[in-house]
């Protein structure tokens, strides 16, 4: 079952995440998707210590969709060189699993 896949980026803003969650819907690279946050962040860019708030994006996919939505994210994402990973979702019910394959295809 690891044909199945959630994707994760951060924003810093709730309305860019948005607008990343309804294209990627919207153009069925990813079945679903939440926008969660805002999540205080620490971490380093171009060589100093950074600190702010993020919003965090979840997206539901297949592995068959992945590079697309990986494309997608990136090319549309308002920062130079966004965080996109993905967690393989190793189990789930068939009926949400078979209707996850549906709406990205």
Known sequence: MTDYLQ???TT??????ITLLKSAVGAKLAASGQVIGPARSVFWHLGELGDGEEWQ?????TRARYAEL???L???HPWDNPEVTYTVIDGGSAGYLEWLTRMTS
């Open 12 to 17: 810093d803003s709730r309305e860019a995440a």
């Open 7 to 9: 994707v994760s980026t």
């Open 70 to 72: 990986e494309t997608h």
């Open 57 to 61: 994006l979840f997206l539901r996919t």
């Open 74 to 76: 990136i090319e549309q």
